[in-house]
């Protein structure tokens, strides 16, 4: 398991899945598309509708594209 990245602030969260682990599958707010206490994400950057996030239960990092903004083509 990686270590959670130097810059990671709790100050800049996302609610997406984590690919990875899957940790919010059974999680009744989260299946309700709420903000969830528990099931959160670190926010690490973004590039236009790009985002870098990393999972603070398995700390798995990915790279999300939220099809808003400034898309790639």
Excluded: K
């Excluded at 599958?25 to 509708?49: E, K, P, V």
């Amino acid at each position: 398991m990686m270590p959670i990245d130097p810059h990671a602030d709790m100050g800049r969260r996302a609610w997406m899945s984590c690919p990875n682990c899957h940790d919010a599958r059974d999680c009744a707010t989260c299946q309700a598309s709420r903000t969830c206490g528990q099931h959160w994400r670190y926010l690490l950057s973004n590039t236009g509708s790009r985002l870098h996030l990393q999972c603070p239960n398995c700390t798995h990092m990915w790279v999300h594209e939220t099809g808003f903004g400034a898309t790639r083509s």
